[in-house]
C-alpha cells in the first residue's frame, strides 16, 4: 500500500515549509503533494517555488502533486487554480469543480482530494469519464459507504484508484468568513496574515475543555486529529491503494517510517505509534469518537 502525504492545510513560514520538505525527501513515502489549498492570501510560496520543491522532491524518486484551491471565491482566484492545472510538468489534485473543468478542457487526467462530493458510484463514473484517476472519499463516509461505492464501481469497471485519508486532523468544512481574522476582530481583506502565528490553527473548546475544531483561516478542521493506521488492513481489503497522512506538524513526517514498516508488516505491533485518535467516522459514528477493537 501506498503513503500519500496531503497538502499543508497550515500557513507555515517558507523556511519551515522547506523543511518539512526536506524530511519528507528522506521518509518512505510514495507522493507528495504540494501547494496552497486554503486560502489565497498565504503568498509565502508562489508557484514558482512550490514548482522548485517538487523538482527536488521528484529527484528522490517520490511522486508529486500539485493541489488546487479548495474554495474559490474571486477571479484571481480561478486564474490561480487554472495556473496550477495547466503547469506542464507535475501531475494535479482538483479540490474545486472549477479546477475539474480545467483539466477536463485541456484533456489532463486529474485527481480529486476529500472536499469534492462524491458520494456515490454514479458521481465517481462521470468523474472516470472526464479523467479522474484517483479520489479521496469525503472524510465523513464509513468504511461501508466507501465498499458500496467502490463495489458499484466494480461492476462498471471504473478504473479509479482510492485513497482513503488516514492520519491528521480532518478537513471539515470552508467558510467565505475568515474565522482566523474574526478571532482578532479584523476584516478577511486586512487580516494581516494572523493565521502564521498559529502553525495548527486556533482550538476551538467546549465550555467543559473539550477540543472540538481547530479554526485554520478558513477552514475547520477536527479538534482531535483521525488516525486510521490501526485499521490499515481494513483499508486494504476495501481495494484502496494508499493512505494520505495530513502533516499537522514536523513532527508528524518523522514518524513516517514507523508507519511504513506497519503497512508492510515488518513490526508486529503499533506500539511504536501514537496510536490515539478519533476514527468515528469510519465507523459510521459521530467522527470526534473513538472506537477501540
Given amino acids: 500500500m501506498q503513503i500519500t502525504v496531503g497538502p499543508l492545510y497550515y500557513y507555515w513560514p517558507p523556511q519551515a515549509i522547506v523543511e518539512l520538505c526536506a524530511e519528507l525527501m528522506t521518509q518512505p513515502v510514495d507522493r507528495v503533494h504540494l ?20 523538482r527536488d522532491i521528484r529527484a528522490c524518486g517520490k511522486e508529486v502533486v500539485l ?19 495547466e503547469n506542464g510538468e507535475f501531475p494535479i489534485e482538483c479540490n474545486d ?18 472536499a469534492v462530493n462524491i ?17 479521496v472519499p469525503p472524510v465523513e463516509l464509513s468504511r461501508e459507504r466507501i465498499a458500496e461505492i467502490l463495489r458499484e464501481a466494480g461492476e462498471r469497471n471504473l478504473e479509479v484508484e482510492t485513497e ?23 476584516p478577511k481583506d486586512q487580516c494581516e496574515h494572523w493565521c502564521l502565528r498559529y502553525p495548527e490553527g486556533i482550538p476551538l473548546k467546549t465550555l467543559d475543555g473539550e477540543n472540538v475544531f481547530q479554526l485554520n483561516g478558513i477552514q475547520t478542521l477536527s479538534g482531535t486529529p483521525c488516525n486510521l493506521i490501526p485499521a490499515w488492513r481494513e483499508i486494504r481489503a476495501l481495494g484502496a491503494s494508499a493512505v494520505r497522512l495530513s502533516m499537522d506538524r514536523l513532527e508528524d513526517a518523522r514518524q513516517i517510517t514507523s508507519i511504513r514498516d506497519t503497512l508492510d508488516e515488518r513490526t508486529t505491533t503499533l506500539d511504536v505509534l501514537d496510536c490515539t485518535g478519533a476514527n468515528g467516522y469510519w465507523h459510521g459514528i459521530p467522527g470526534m469518537e473513538t472506537v477501540t477493537e
Fill in 164 to 186: 482513503i485519508f488516514a492520519r491528521g486532523r480532518l478537513p471539515l468544512a470552508w467558510s467565505a468568513r475568515c474565522f482566523t481574522a474574526r478571532h482578532h476582530n479584523r
Fill in 97 to 114: 469543480m472549477a479546477a475539474v473543468h480545467f483539466a477536463v478542457e485541456r484533456g489532463l487526467p486529474f485527481m480529486t482530494g476529500p
Fill in 67 to 85: 493541489s488546487g484551491l479548495t474554495l474559490i471565491e474571486a477571479e484571481s482566484e480561478i486564474s490561480t487554480v487554472r495556473r496550477v492545472v
Fill in 119 to 135: 458520494y456515490n458510484a454514479d458521481t465517481l463514473a462521470v468523474l472516470a469519464r472526464q479523467g479522474l484517476q484517483r479520489w
Fill in 35 to 54: 501547494g496552497e489549498v486554503v486560502c489565497s492570501k498565504r503568498r509565502g510560496l508562489r508557484l514558482r517555488d512550490w514548482l522548485a520543491l517538487g
